[in-house]
């Protein structure tokens, strides 16, 4: 594939710098690009990575003095490298069509120019969109749905009753609707209860692999629009995740959890159930939520407390080794100084005498 650089340029409205008239067949970074490749620099501190490179042009907030090379001047290149991957660089879809190893249920209505995989088991009354690529192995369970132009990947299940919006991709081995964790004790046993809602998963959002996402005991378990997730997070029943948050790996949300708009969590950190999240919240990666927390604020530590204190009290946790040896040479001085304080005999006093009255 060479594409000419000026249509690039005009697919990520940028500038010129140096000539245009050269074909691009790649996108890379700086020290893997080779001699068709297009590659950019973040920041302008990466010059010299870039004459190093073999890159036959870069993307760039401004030029590369003393370099040759065709250069687009853009105001953010990681915005211009993301659209021209999406425009340009991404592997083809597979092939539209129905692979005659799937399996349909009854009542099962199908979008056009569709691609359904290998091994693909859908059941009864499932509705899916157009455009939709369901690669091989899927499960999609009775009553699902399915929105426009979504991607599921190898492996995945999407389970009875749940529904996935527009431009949805779900990574593989991921599952949406398992049953959510809840039981009652009762005589010394664990009594399974029916969790009999299920979960809705609205436009442009992303599923790592191995995510789980577990149906409402009742009603439903809601991921809002925009959200992106990475690998292997767990999401519990009950629990709402607002419009464009951010989940890293490893995440555990547990049940009935609340989380608003644009909360970000870092990786490994756990929220008990029951809690608010406000809006544009920052979670540090290995945190252990147990409150509510409310909008704008940035937390950490278990159990996390306001960001400026957890990094005071991390400081302070190095330091304990050194306080600790003051502490004990404190304890001997006061130990001492009470010693030196027993070991002297108690000042002598004489006794008041009642002074005689006077004789008239």
Not at 51 to 56: L, N
Not at 114 to 143: E, K, P, Q, W
Not at 234 to 247: R, Y
Request: charged fraction near 20%.
């Amino acid at each position: 594939m060479n594409i000419p650089l000026q249509e690039l340029a005009q697919a990520i409205h940028a500038t010129i710098h140096g000539s245009s008239d050269i074909q691009i067949s790649g996108l890379s970074h700086l020290e893997g690009a080779s001699s068709g490749d297009i590659s950019f620099l973040l920041k302008p501190s990466f010059q010299k990575a870039a004459r190093q490179s073999q890159a036959a042009a870069f993307i760039v907030t401004e030029p590369i003095p003393d370099d040759p090379r065709p250069q687009l001047i853009v105001p953010n290149p990681l915005v211009a490298v993301t659209t021209l991957a999406q425009k340009f660089f991404l592997p083809p879809l597979p092939p539209r069509g129905i692979h005659p190893t799937a399996v349909s249920g009854l009542d099962v209505r199908i979008g056009p120019d569709v691609s359904i995989g290998a091994l693909v088991t859908i059941g009864d009354r499932v509705l899916i969109g157009s455009g939709v690529t369901i690669h091989a192995g899927v499960h999609i369970g009775d009553d699902a749905s399915i929105g426009d132009e979504c991607i599921l990947y190898p492996h995945v299940s999407l389970l009875t009753k749940c529904v996935l919006g527009n431009r949805v991709i779900v990574h593989s081995g991921a599952v949406i609707g398992s049953d959510g964790f809840g039981y009652v004790q009762h005589e010394g046993r664990h009594h399974k209860i029916p969790q009999l809602g299920h979960v809705i998963i609205e436009d442009d959002v992303e599923l790592g692999a191995n995510v789980t996402v577990d149906r409402a005991t009742f009603g439903s378990t809601v991921i809002k629009r925009g959200t992106k997730i990475d690998n292997q997070v767990q999401i519990a029943h009950n629990v709402v995740i607002g419009e464009d948050c951010i989940l890293v790996a490893q995440v555990g949300i547990a049940g009935s959890t609340v989380l608003g708009r644009h909360v970000m969590v870092g990786g490994q950190a756990g929220l008990v159930d029951h809690v608010t999240i406000g809006d544009q919240v920052k979670i540090a990666a290995g945190s252990g939520v147990t409150n509510d927390v409310k909008s704008g604020q940035i937390v950490g530590g278990r159990p996390a407390v306001e960001h400026g204190i957890w990094r005071r009290s991390q400081v302070i946790q190095y330091q304990l080794p050194e306080l600790r040896k003051e502490l004990r040479a404190l304890q001997k001085q006061v130990k001492h100084l009470e010693s030196l304080l027993t070991a002297q005999p108690a000042p002598k006093t004489e006794r008041f005498k009642k002074p005689s009255p006077s004789k008239p």
